[in-house]
């Protein structure tokens, strides 16, 4: 019974209980994550695939695999700073501890471990069994991954270790003055804090059991002083990320910037979370209210088109709305003219002949192919008929398709066997 109440009341369990009673919503994020890789969520639409197989110019490699588990570390940094913010102050005797960031994000990690090991899991299976990855493939890729993240990991430690190192200066001359008022002070003024919750154990920096110490002989001024210097430090981290994103977001066109999805997917949450720590932690019992707000004045904006984002042709001018076609029945059929038909049939016929030309019998049998959507279980069904189709004709299928037309999954794979149809005869030519 001694060990059972003494593991309950270690920082760990104590860290992971409060997640579950404390801001809820900030677990959604973890849920989605173990949902997707699982497979239990958006599975028909290949969500799983994106992060146990990230594909990263055109290929499932290594580097794909380093700037997932790079993602996944911003990530998992974002939600120890995140909470951090949100929970230090229930933890006082960090505050006497060197390190306390650090040694919050150790005694934080049960969920992120979790994860990486179901994670790990999901991919072997995926990778070997569906993938086809040989298992020296697979290795490689894992260890891209867990090179990414770690990396992130010490790149981010690195900055808190400095970012310690200032705080610790600047606080010496003032936990000198606050040793010189206790001893000189008559009365004992002991912390009144009633946010603060019972730890008795936690892991250091070696991963070795220690005590808790007692923090009632501080002064609540002087423990949220040192907590406030370490959120300073952990919110402009969360600044310095989000502009890190921006400017990469400037450079998308250039295909080395285009990472893999799922990880775009994981910094989105990682941003998501530090808003929603941020909103809390800034706006208290306030944030209800002022989401709320936020959302009447955006409604107002799009309502009177200040914000418009609606997806505009290039060439045209959208800001003389006066100018704009009538787009009524009138005007429609003032299009169908019989000028027009006749034209559009000219043209048709033109291209049906230019068809004919292509093939060798006299009359030739046309194709029409029309694709059925359905994320990537119809994806997988067009480009296997496709292949049957293919191999049972030598390869002609294609060389009688007039058109090919359809939606989603099925239309995208019908677009890349096309072009590797075109690529093929290009090879031959």
Not at 13 to 20: A, E, N, T, V
Request: charged fraction near 15%; aromatic fraction near 16%.
């Amino acid at each position: 019974m001694k060990l059972l109440r003494n593991l309950y009341f270690s920082f760990p369990i104590q860290l992971l209980l409060l997640h579950f009673r404390k801001f809820q919503v900030l677990l959604l994020f973890w849920f989605i994550l173990f949902s997707t890789v699982s497979g239990h969520f958006m599975k028909s639409y290949g969500a799983n695939a994106l992060f146990l197989a990230p594909e990263y110019l055109g290929s499932v490699n290594v580097a794909g695999a380093a700037i997932l588990g790079g993602a996944i570390g911003v990530f998992i940094m974002s939600w120890h700073i995140t909470t951090f913010i949100l929970h230090s102050k229930r933890y006082r005797f960090l505050a006497t501890t060197s390190k306390p960031f650090l040694k919050y994000c150790i005694n934080n990690s049960i969920i992120p471990l979790i994860f990486l090991v179901v994670y790990f899991l999901q991919a072997a299976e995926f990778d070997l069994y569906k993938e086809l990855m040989s298992t020296s493939e697979f290795i490689v890729a894992a260890a891209g991954f867990f090179g990414g993240l770690i990396l992130l990991i010490a790149f981010s430690f690195a900055y808190f270790f400095t970012a310690d190192k200032r705080i610790v200066s600047r606080l010496r001359p003032l936990a000198k003055d606050e040793y010189i008022s206790r001893k000189t002070r008559n009365e004992k003024h002991p912390l009144q804090n009633n946010y603060s919750i019972r730890v008795k154990f936690f892991l250091a920096d070696n991963l070795v059991i220690k005590r808790a110490r007692k923090v009632g002989h501080y002064g609540e001024e002087f423990l949220d002083h040192i907590f406030k210097r370490h959120h300073f430090a952990a919110i402009w981290s969360v600044v310095l990320a989000f502009i890190f994103m921006i400017l990469i977001g400037f450079f998308l066109d250039h295909r080395i910037f285009q990472i893999p999805a799922a990880a775009s997917i994981t910094i989105f949450f990682a941003l998501m979370i530090a808003v929603i720590g941020a909103l809390t932690y800034f706006l208290q019992t306030w944030s209800v209210l002022f989401l709320l707000l936020f959302y009447i004045c955006l409604d107002v904006l799009y309502r009177f088109d200040v914000i418009d984002p609606r997806n505009k042709a290039y060439g045209l001018n959208y800001d003389k709305k006066t100018a704009r076609p009538a787009y009524d029945r009138s005007t429609l059929q003032a299009l169908c003219s019989l000028q027009k038909v006749k034209a559009d049939e000219q043209l048709m016929l033109e291209v049906l002949n230019n068809w004919k030309k292509r093939q060798l019998a006299e009359r030739p049998v046309i194709v029409f192919m029309n694709f059925s959507g359905g994320g990537v279980r119809s994806a997988s069904f067009a480009m296997n008929t496709l292949q049957q189709l293919d191999s049972l004709t030598e390869g002609k299928i294609l060389k009688q398709t007039f058109l090919m037309s359809g939606a989603s999954g099925g239309m995208l794979s019908a677009a890349y066997f096309r072009e590797l149809y075109r690529m093929r005869n290009a090879d031959n030519t």
